[in-house]
C-alpha cells in the first residue's frame, strides 16, 4: 500500500424508515430555515417529498423549496439557488434525489457563502477553501453516483460548455439518509444506468496503479462482483429490497474514498463522458457504458496484469488456455456482454447523438488523465468517440 491521509466526515444512517426515525432530532441541531431541494416531480409521485415535509413541519421548521434541479446540473442553477439561500437566510440545505442534487446542492452550498465567482475559484481550477460552507445533508432517491458521503460535486458550465467535477471535504454532507425502498419505483433502465455508474467508478480505481497486493484492488473487487450480482437481480425484480440496500451501499463504498486509499485512479472514461455530456445532455450512466468497453479496448493490453485479474476475480473466467492477454481481453469482452444484458446502449447512436462533428469539439476539450495506464492524447479520444458512434 502506497502512503495516504484518510478522513470522512459524512455520519449515515442506512435503512428502512430512516427518515421518519432520525431526520426529526437531527434537525435539532441546525437553525429554522431550511431549502428543500430536489429535482422533477417523482419524490412528490412516490410519496416521499410528503413524508419529508411533514418532518420538517412537525419541527416547527420554515422551509424554502428549490425545486427542478436538473441532470447534468449547470451553474447558473447552482448561482439560482446560492442567490436564494442568501435571500432566504438559509440555515440547511436539504438536497432529496440522486446524484446530480446532491452535486447542485454542494456547489450551492458553497457559492452561498463565498465572494466572487465560484466557478473559477472552485471548479475551473481547485481552490482553497478557508471558510465554512452552508451546512448540507442529503436524502438519497437513486443510487449511482456516490456524492452522498464525499465532497464531489460535478457541475457543467453551458456558456463554455465545460463539465468538470471537485472534490472538497469541507463540502461533505453532515449527515446522509439512505432508505433503499426509497428506490424502489426508480425504472428499470434507470436502475441499470445508475448501476453502471457505480461499476464504472470502481474500474476506474481499480484499472490504475500500483498493481501490486493492495486492500483497496480486494475490496473493489468484492464490489464489483456484489454490483454485477445485484444490478441483475434489481433490473429483474425491482422491489428487491436485499438487492436494493446491495447497490445503495456499493454505490456509497465506491465514492466515500476508501477504496481510492493508496491509488493513482484512471476515470478518463468519466472526463470523456463528462464532456459529451456538455454538448449533448446525454444520460451519465448511459453514456459510461457505451464508452468504457471501446476505452478498455484501447488500454487493456498496456495494464495486462489487472485486466487479467478483472477477468479471473470478477467475471470468474477460468484462466486454464489462456494467454494473459487473452483472458484480459475475455474480461473486457464479458463487461460489454453484461452491459447488453442490461439493455443499456452499446453506440452513441443510439443514445440519440446524431452530429458527428460534436466529437471532435468533445475530444479537444476532454481533459487528460494522469492515472491511465496508456497516456491519452485528444487524437486517440477522438479515435475512441468516432468507434463508439
Known amino acids: 500500500m502506497k502512503d495516504f491521509v484518510f478522513e470522512n466526515s459524512t455520519k449515515v444512517y442506512f435503512g428502512k424508515e430512516c427518515v421518519r426515525k ?46 427542478n434541479i436538473m441532470s447534468n446540473p449547470t451553474y447558473a442553477k447552482v448561482q439560482e439557488g446560492a442567490t436564494l439561500a442568501r435571500e432566504r437566510h438559509v440555515d440547511l440545505i436539504l438536497g432529496v434525489g440522486g446524484g446530480s442534487v446532491m452535486d447542485c446542492c454542494k456547489a450551492i452550498s458553497l457559492a452561498a457563502v463565498a465572494e466572487g465567482d465560484i466557478w473559477e475559484r472552485f471548479w475551473a481550477s481547485s481552490g482553497t477553501i478557508d471558510f465554512s460552507p452552508l451546512p448540507l445533508a442529503v436524502v438519497v432517491t437513486v443510487t449511482g453516483t456516490g456524492s452522498e458521503m464525499n465532497g464531489g460535486a460535478v457541475i457543467t458550465n453551458e456558456a463554455s460548455k465545460i463539465k ?33 455508474d457505480i ?79 456538455a454538448y449533448t445532455s446525454c444520460n451519465h450512466g448511459c453514456g459510461l457504458a457505451v464508452i468504457s ?19 479471473r476475480n470478477v467475471w470468474q473466467i477460468p484462466a486454464e ?7 484480459a481481453r475475455a474480461g473486457v469482452e464479458t463487461l ?37 495506464y496508456k497516456h491519452m492524447t485528444t487524437t486517440e479520444i477522438l479515435s475512441i468517440l468516432e468507434e463508439c458512434f
Request: glycine share 8%; charged share 20%; proline share 5%.
Open 22 to 67: 432520525h431526520l426529526p432530532n437531527l434537525l435539532d441541531s441546525y437553525g429554522n430555515t431550511i431549502m428543500l431541494a430536489y429535482g422533477g416531480g417523482s419524490i412528490k409521485r412516490h410519496g416521499i417529498y410528503d413524508e419529508i415535509v411533514a418532518v420538517l413541519q412537525a419541527a416547527g421548521k420554515t422551509i424554502v423549496e428549490f425545486p
Open 164 to 196: 468538470t467535477g471537485r472534490d472538497y471535504p469541507q463540502c461533505n454532507p453532515k449527515f446522509a439518509l439512505l432508505d433503499p425502498s426509497y428506490t424502489m419505483s426508480v425504472p428499470p433502465l434507470q436502475t441499470a444506468s445508475g448501476g453502471f
Open 199 to 277: 461499476l464504472s467508478h470502481i474500474m476506474e480505481t481499480y484499472f490504475s496503479e500500483p498493481d501490486e497486493d493492495n486492500v483497496s484492488d480486494d475490496i473493489s473487487e468484492a464490489l464489483m462482483r456484489s454490483v454485477i450480482r445485484n444490478l441483475r437481480k434489481a433490473v429483474h425484480n425491482p422491489d428487491d429490497y436485499t438487492a436494493r440496500s446491495n447497490l445503495m451501499w456499493a454505490s456509497t463504498m465506491a465514492e466515500n474514498r476508501i477504496i481510492k486509499l493508496g491509488k493513482k485512479m484512471d476515470f478518463q472514461a468519466h472526463q470523456i463522458e463528462h464532456q459529451l455530456g
Open 293 to 311: 468497453p471501446v476505452y478498455y479496448r484501447h488500454i487493456y493490453t498496456y495494464g495486462l496484469t489487472k485486466f487479467a485479474s478483472f477477468a
Open 321 to 327: 488456455g489462456k494467454s494473459e492477454e487473452e483472458l
Open 336 to 372: 460489454a456482454a453484461f452491459i447488453k444484458e442490461l439493455g443499456l446502449p452499446d453506440s452513441l447512436r443510439s443514445l440519440g447523438i446524431t452530429e458527428k462533428n460534436v466529437l471532435k469539439d468533445v475530444a479537444d476539450s476532454c481533459n487528460i488523465s494522469q492515472g491511465s
